[in-house]
């Protein structure tokens, strides 16, 4: 059982493993990690300060942990997810080109949830990321 990741929040942990699966412990909020309900492999895992996220390889993302804190969103809601990011209190997520996602909370293709005082660090995350992957794309 090799570690990929390992990340940690106010209340609990989650790794990911190199074999796609992801554990964590912890107080979790009740809601069993995305490995433990589908067995779909996940690529990356993100944290807010109360709740977590986890990528598939399959670009959906599934949450679990405070639902203030962004571990609330429905499955069916995060899909075609290029990449996604935590901030202390909020996640946002970028739409892979050519969907749409029509969501309240949507801006553009960036999809943002979790403590409304945590969505524009968020958002900010989110685009710096965003920057550096087209650059390394761009050196390869």
């Given at each position: 059982?090799?570690?990929?990741?390992?990340?940690?929040?106010?209340?609990?942990?989650?790794?990911?493993?190199?074999?796609?699966?992801?554990?964590?412990?912890?107080?979790?909020?009740?809601?069993?990690?995305?490995?433990?309900?589908?067995?779909e492999k996940i690529k990356d895992i993100v944290a807010t300060s109360q709740a977590f996220a986890a990528h598939t390889e399959n670009d959906s993302v599934y949450t679990w942990g405070?639902?203030?804190?962004?571990?609330?969103?429905?499955?069916?809601?995060?899909?075609?997810?290029?990449?996604?990011?935590?901030?202390?209190?909020?996640?946002?997520?970028?739409?892979?080109?050519?969907?749409?996602?029509?969501?309240?909370?949507?801006?553009?293709?960036?999809?943002?949830?979790?403590?409304?005082?945590?969505?524009?660090?968020?958002?900010?995350?989110?685009?710096?990321?965003?920057?550096?992957?087209?650059?390394?794309?761009?050196?390869?």
């Open positions: 059982m090799k570690i990929k990741k390992l990340i940690s929040n106010k209340f609990g942990f989650a790794a990911l493993l190199y074999n796609g699966t992801v554990i964590s412990w912890g107080d979790i909020m009740g809601k069993k990690p995305m490995s433990d309900n589908k067995k405070n639902i203030s804190f962004g571990g609330d969103k429905n499955d069916s809601e995060l899909e075609f997810i290029e990449l996604i990011v935590g901030s202390t209190g909020a996640f946002a997520a970028k739409i892979k080109s050519g969907y749409f996602i029509n969501r309240s909370n949507e801006q553009g293709n960036i999809l943002i949830w979790g403590d409304k005082d945590s969505l524009q660090e968020a958002e900010d995350n989110l685009k710096q990321l965003d920057v550096k992957s087209n650059l390394l794309n761009l050196l390869n």
